[in-house]
């Protein structure tokens, strides 16, 4: 019985130990630009707010009320219409 166990801990520390030289695969990555369709007008970041500025301006506005502006934020997470 000793001698199976021998027999296989050799069995496996030759397996273990082979020399395989190992290629690194070198995969070329295609990147893909999605164009996105524009619609109405084109919005530049000239005299954009910070979105700490425009929440003080959300605090005085009373129901009903709107304003156009540009926001500078980090977008967090966005959901995706599934279709």
């Not at 496996?12 to 893909?32: D, I, M, P, W």
């Amino acid at each position: 019985m000793k001698n199976l166990f021998a027999l296989v801990f050799i069995l496996c520390a030759l397996v273990s130990c082979k020399n395989e030289t190992k290629t690194e695969e070198t995969s070329t990555e295609v990147k893909v630009e999605t164009t996105y369709k524009s619609f109405g007008e084109t919005i530049i970041p000239d005299d954009a707010i910070s979105a700490n500025s425009m929440a003080e301006h959300y605090k005085a506005m009373n129901a009903g009320d709107s304003i156009n502006s540009k926001i500078i934020a980090k977008v967090e997470e966005v959901c995706q219409a599934k279709g």
